[in-house]
């Protein structure tokens, strides 16, 4: 608070970034808004969940909400060849070659997300870059090995968890065995407790 003020006086702005903004309760978010009012800070949350239903509205209606969308397959393609290409802040410097099908198996599994898709070829470089230099080369069978499993979506307490409940309920209600066991098992693998 004093901090901001001082930057103020000297013609200053403070951004305040809070991520998870969902995870703070009313009145912690409720402390926020006089300082938000007066200019005193720039305030900006990330959060994963609706912030109509998350974020406060008294808070809210001093906002602007920008929605992130996901990245297109084209545009996850070419953030992992940027990051096969940089030898800085890539893998450059491994000399890693990727087919094009182990690319495209990469981004399909990201659903979009960009971190995911990097994690997911940081798993499948793992597997070549300790070989010769001649034989760095990720196919579509080293990159499906490296992603056997892909992280199951799920929030025990958000909206995943609902719409997956739902589907467990649904299935028990149609006398639907098969759909009711699968929908619990994906519950239990995702960390659902019993």
């Known amino acids: 608070d004093e901090a901001a003020e001082q930057w103020r006086l000297h013609r200053r702005r403070t951004l305040l970034f809070v991520d998870e903004i969902h995870r ?4 912690q978010q409720d402390a926020f808004l006089p300082h938000v009012e007066s200019g005193l800070i720039t305030l900006i949350g990330a959060t994963t969940e609706n912030p109509s239903f ?3 509205s008294p808070l809210l209606s001093r906002t602007r909400v920008m929605v992130l969308r996901p990245f297109t397959e084209e545009e996850l393609a070419e953030i992992l060849r940027r990051a096969l290409r940089d030898p800085r802040r890539g893998l450059g410097g491994l000399s890693i070659e990727v087919e094009p099908e182990a690319i495209d198996h990469m981004v399909r599994a990201a659903d979009g997300d960009a971190r995911t898709a990097l994690n ?7 597997l070549v870059a300790g070989r010769d230099a001649g034989d760095r080369t990720v196919t579509l ?21 609902y719409n997956l409940i739902s589907a467990l309920h649904k299935s028990l209600r149609g006398s639907d065995p098969d759909a009711a066991l699968y929908w619990l098992a994906r519950m239990l693998e995702a960390g659902e407790d019993p």
């Open 24 to 27: 703070f309760n009313k009145a």
């Open 54 to 56: 998350e974020v406060i």
């Open 120 to 126: 997911n070829l940081e798993a499948a470089v793992s």
């Open 141 to 161: 069978a080293l990159a499906e090995a490296a992603l056997q499993r892909k992280a199951l979506q799920y929030d025990k307490a958000g909206e995943e968890h």
